[in-house]
């Protein structure tokens, strides 16, 4: 199963309050082992390797909180270098059983994204989503 060649590239996206739908084509191994970077500081915070879908629709979603912000995100299964920020919170939470908690760059503290914890049995048990505006590619 494919992700798009680049999960950065800002191809445009469905918004509403269920996941979007992105442009999918093939991978190829240099994007797969590509690093997503910090946008500030550049440190590396994933790899494109670990982007999965949490919906039907694809890995890239665009998602409005209650504040009436809009959130374009990637998902992936496993990041590194991210300081959790905050209580996990259930309310509002985008992804049904799940709680979130806000994700800054370890090195430099921008807010990256989230990290949504299952409440039960649910699988995966934890997964990411990144903000694509807040993440680079090398």
């Known amino acids: 199963r494919g ?3 680049s ?15 992105s442009d999918h084509t093939r991978t190829t191994s240099d994007d797969v082992e ?8 550049d440190a590396a915070v994933a790899y494109e390797r670990d982007v999965f879908s949490m ?16 959130h374009d995100i990637v998902t992936l ?8 920020v905050g209580p996990a919170v259930a309310q509002d939470s985008w992804f049904a059983g799940y709680t979130w908690t ?21 699988d995966p048990s934890v997964f990411w989503a990144l903000r694509r505006a807040s993440i680079s590619r090398s």
Do not use: M, Y
């Open 3 to 5: 992700i798009p060649a």
């Open 7 to 21: 999960v950065l590239e800002k191809g445009p996206t469905s918004s509403s309050a269920a996941p979007g739908s």
């Open 34 to 41: 590509q690093p997503l970077r910090c946008g500030s500081c």
């Open 55 to 70: 919906a039907t629709e694809g890995p890239v979603a665009v998602f409005v909180n209650p504040g009436g912000f809009f």
């Open 77 to 84: 299964r496993s990041v590194e270098g991210l300081a959790r």
């Open 102 to 122: 806000l994700c800054h760059c370890g090195t430099c503290g921008r807010h990256l994204g989230w990290q949504f914890d299952a409440l039960g049995g649910a």
